[in-house]
């Protein structure tokens, strides 16, 4: 009779310490975690101060520059229709527009790189 009271305590054990708090490779990870938070606290906080310093800068970049680009942007639509910027010797930055050959063979291409 002793046997089957052994038994359920034995099983009832894993359940008990199932209870107790996080496994080993949860708290590991838990540690990890917080080590790696401590750490990259200042760099957070000096991003942070870095940010609060661009702002207003931002702001009248957007304010002089923004309703400029946007109109822009309305402009060209797509831009897989043109090659990348280039920088002529002089300093000047084009922006050349695809031919239809040029755009039809990239179209039948049917790769995409990433």
């Known amino acids: 009779m ?6 359920l305590g034995a099983l009832a054990q894993p359940a008990l310490a199932e209870e107790e708090g996080p496994s080993l490779m949860e708290r590991g990870a838990q540690l ?3 080590g790696f938070m401590r750490e990259m606290e200042p760099a957070l906080k000096d991003l942070h101060g870095m940010a609060e310093d661009m702002e207003p800068a931002l702001r009248q970049f957007m304010t002089e520059i923004g309703p400029g680009f946007m109109d822009l942007l309305g ?6 229709a043109y090659h990348a910027p280039e920088i002529l010797p002089n ?3 084009i922006i050349r527009k695809k ?6 063979a990239e179209d039948s291409d049917g790769d995409i790189e990433i």
């Open 75 to 80: 402009q060209i639509e797509d831009l897989s």
């Open 2 to 7: 002793i046997y089957p009271v052994v038994l």
């Open 32 to 34: 990890f975690i917080e």
């Open 99 to 104: 031919t239809p050959a040029e755009k039809a």
């Open 91 to 93: 300093g000047d930055i």
